[in-house]
């Protein structure tokens, strides 16, 4: 029995870790995948909160033309490639304010609309100047290519965004759950609007940040459904904040696993993953499916 358990471990190792210790890229490639999970995933629940989650989803391809623009002038430099993903991201939210501000569109449908025409433009400019293996390594990502410009890249998102976080932690709580509430203890004005102009940045920047790993079309799953999973597991936000980083780091430890036995997409498989972990949180978290089922006959009763 000794010698059977040991066996059992032995390979458990040799599964779980040893294409981490062989290959400097599947550690990079981890590396990557954890920091954006401590930053994007919380980011994702405020984003619910909100009742923004579809706006992850709009900002992501909204990136694209920016991307594009870098990708035509300098080719694929990480740089170039982040700046215009960042000052796309802002120009699209600008535009989706100016035209909800000044006509009777609410600012969803007038960010649906810009969106979308940022995706095709995107998607047609790349296609012109480039081949379609770059317009697949920008739509769906590379984490597996992470090298260490891209490393550094993610670490400075992920700092900038959790001292920012915690530095401005009660505004944002109370600006997402509550604005008016805000405005009443004192913030008004431009101090209330700088809360979710600043939120919105953080947004913008953790999306560049993920394009190059997960794609602009597969970014936003790993801010949105550890966010959605861990509302079904827990009524405090702290505890949906910790929940959301630790289900987006395990789905990318998993992905990256499953992605390198199996030879699949890596960022695709990261986003299963999630998706997986989803299905089992509305299956039997307290607030999913199986509890309110074992629930519902006791009150009857």
């Not at 059992?8 to 599947?26: R, T």
């Not at 008004?188 to 794609?215: C, D, E, I, W, Y």
Request: proline share 3%; net charge positive; glycine share 10%.
């Amino acid at each position: 029995m000794s010698f059977i358990s040991l066996h059992w471990l032995s390979s458990l190792y040799q599964f779980a870790l040893a294409p981490f210790q062989e290959f400097a890229f599947m550690r990079r490639a981890l590396i990557g995948i954890l920091a954006l999970a401590l930053s994007s995933a919380p980011l994702g629940v405020l984003l619910t909160l909100r009742r923004m989650s579809l706006f992850g989803d709009a900002l992501s391809h909204a990136v694209l033309p920016g991307v594009a623009v870098g990708f035509m002038l300098f080719g694929l430099s990480l740089p170039a490639l982040s700046i215009g993903g960042f000052l796309a991201g802002v120009i699209v939210v600008a535009i989706a304010a100016l035209i909800s501000r000044h006509t009777d569109l609410k600012e969803d449908a007038s960010l649906a609309s810009i969106y979308l025409i940022a995706l095709a433009l995107g998607v047609m400019l790349i296609s012109v100047n480039g081949s379609k293996l770059d317009l697949l390594h920008i739509l769906f990502g590379n984490v597996l290519g992470v090298d260490r410009e891209g490393l550094f890249l993610v670490a400075g998102v992920t700092t900038v965004s959790l001292v920012v976080g915690a530095m401005m932690y009660r505004g944002l709580v109370l600006e997402s759950f509550d604005a008016s509430f805000l405005a009443a203890c004192g913030v008004k004005g431009a101090r209330g609007a700088l809360f979710q102009q600043l939120f919105l940045m953080l947004v913008v920047l953790n999306l560049v940040a993920s394009f190059q790993t997960l794609g602009t079309l597969m970014a936003v799953g790993l801010m949105m459904l550890p966010a959605v999973s861990a509302r079904l597991w827990h009524d405090t936000l702290p505890a949906q904040l910790l929940n959301s980083a630790l289900q987006a780091a395990a789905a990318g430890y998993i992905g990256l696993l499953l992605s390198y036995y199996t030879s699949t997409p890596s960022g695709p498989t990261i986003i299963v993953c999630a998706g997986g972990l989803y299905v089992i949180s509305l299956l039997i978290a307290p607030r999913g499916w199986l509890s309110k089922l074992w629930k519902r006959p006791h009150r009857l009763a």
